[in-house]
């Protein structure tokens, strides 16, 4: 028996994932809507549990989906646990970008400029993660970022600075400003995360896909600055 949330304004997410386990489980789920707020609340106090959805197997309360999740033996998310992939997904999704704009425009993958695009494409789209939440980010790249350090508002101009030289060198426009560009905030990038993680072996998540990452500073950090540097001096020169 599954009892969640399903009311006009709102649909518990976490009750359509602890149906559809059930269901992928091989069990028979008698699904059990509760559809206004005061029959949630009654659910609660009756059993006294304080979250929905709530399951019971074979007249016994589990409880929530992590809990349901446990019970099958099933794998729970760490909300502290470090990783890579945020970054590692952006630069996936640049490569198979520039690869496709490659394509349109050439009829080939293998050119150079999908070589630049990969870069160019991969700067916009971690610049766009940045940007959702300045004010995070700047909490988080203040940690170690030299010259952020020093200057706060660097912290709010490094974003904007990393989109600026990614879109012009999409276009291959103004390349005297975006390549000054991408080489400085690069060079300060690089500087900062080498200090930090191999110089003072500090422990620190890395705030190049955002705020509140779980990304940890270190090598993947220091490779997104040293691209941006090479890509400002490959196309200035």
């Not at 269901?23 to 559809?35: A, I, P, Q, S």
């Not at 198979?96 to 993958?109: C, H, K, N, Q, R």
Request: aromatic share 12%; proline share 4%.
């Amino acid at each position: 028996m599954l009892y969640r949330m399903v009311m006009d304004k709102h649909i518990c997410p976490f009750g359509l994932k602890s149906r559809d386990l059930l269901k992928r489980k091989g069990f028979e789920v008698e699904d059990h809507h509760l559809t206004t707020r005061e029959e949630t609340d009654a659910f609660k106090a009756k059993h006294d549990v304080k979250t929905t959805p709530q399951t019971f197997i074979d007249g016994k309360r589990i409880g929530g989906y992590t809990d349901l999740k446990a019970h099958f033996g099933e794998p729970l998310p760490d909300p502290d646990k470090k990783t890579y992939t945020p970054v590692l997904a952006i630069f996936a999704m640049g490569a198979l970008m520039a690869l496709a704009a490659s394509w349109a425009a050439f009829g080939s993958v293998l050119t150079m400029r999908a070589f630049e695009w990969f870069i160019a494409i991969s700067m916009c789209l971690l610049a766009v993660q940045k940007l959702r939440d300045l004010r995070s980010f700047s909490n988080q790249f203040l940690g170690y970022d030299l010259l952020a350090q020093k200057w706060v508002r660097y912290s709010y101009v490094y974003p904007f600075a990393e989109a600026l030289a990614g879109v012009l060198m999409i276009a291959g426009a103004l390349i005297w400003l975006a390549s000054p560009v991408a080489i400085f905030i690069g060079t300060v990038g690089a500087v900062s995360v080498f200090k930090a993680v191999y110089i003072d072996k500090r422990d620190l998540k890395c705030a190049c896909v955002g705020g509140n990452s779980n990304v940890p500073l270190g090598f993947i950090s220091l490779t997104e600055n040293l691209m941006m540097i090479f890509m400002g001096l490959w196309m200035l020169f």
